[in-house]
Structure formats: structure tokens, C-alpha cells
């Protein structure tokens, strides 16, 4: 059974950053793809960064040069870190495993 746990959300001002992390408790996080999405009031879930079993990374546009992703393997966690947040940054950010696990989700809110 797949748990993906969410941790490090919170609530910051603009130009603050945060750090997430997502942490595995199945098996073989070494081959799948972990990805972080995002979904804001009233808007669609979308993809924020992923990052492959080959460490290929993909970003959203909107998070390119502020958000990085990585993985570690031997510990099962997949982070990433959001520097320069801006209000549009919050959201609930969820953790996604392969194609169809999903973490629970974790709240960032970027206010003044």
C-alpha cells in the first residue's frame, strides 16, 4: 500500500521561501516519476514539477528559476523547494507518485 505524507506548508509572506517534502512509505520509489501539483480555489489541479527515475525535471512555466525539485532515493522523499513566493504561489500542493497516487495535500499561502 502506497502512503505519500506531505510535510512543510505553511503560511508566508511574498518573496519568503518554504520547503516541501513528500515521503513514500511503498515500494520501489526509485522507478517512478514523483511530481508536485497544485490546486488553487476555483481552479484546476495543475502540474507544478516533476521529476523522473532518470532525474529529467520538468517545470510549470510559472515556477521556472524559483522552485526546485529533487528526490532521494535511499531516504523515499521527494522535495521541493519555492523561493520568491508570490500570492499566486498559494494553493494546496499535493505529492503524486507514478500515475495515480496522490499525497492528502498540504496548504502554502502566500500573503502580506
Known amino acids: 500500500q502506497v502512503q505519500l505524507v506531505e510535510s512543510g506548508g505553511g503560511s508566508v509572506q511574498p518573496g519568503d521561501s518554504l520547503r516541501l517534502s513528500c515521503a513514500d512509505s511503498?515500494?520501489?520509489?526509485?522507478?517512478?516519476?514523483m511530481g508536485w501539483y497544485r490546486q488553487a480555489p476555483g481552479k484546476s489541479r495543475e502540474l507544478v514539477a516533476s521529476?523522473?527515475?532518470?532525474?529529467?525535471?520538468r517545470y510549470a512555466d510559472s515556477v521556472k528559476g524559483r522552485f526546485t525539485i529533487s528526490r532521494d532515493n535511499a531516504k523515499r522523499t521527494v522535495d521541493l523547494q519555492m523561493d520568491s513566493l508570490r500570492p499566486e504561489d498559494t494553493a494546496v500542493y499535493y505529492c503524486?507518485?507514478?500515475?495515480?497516487?496522490w499525497g492528502q495535500g498540504i496548504q502554502v499561502t502566500v500573503s502580506s
Open positions: 521529476i523522473d527515475s532518470g532525474y529529467s525535471i
Open positions: 503524486k507518485k507514478g500515475l495515480q497516487w
Open positions: 511503498g515500494s520501489q520509489f526509485n522507478i517512478y516519476t
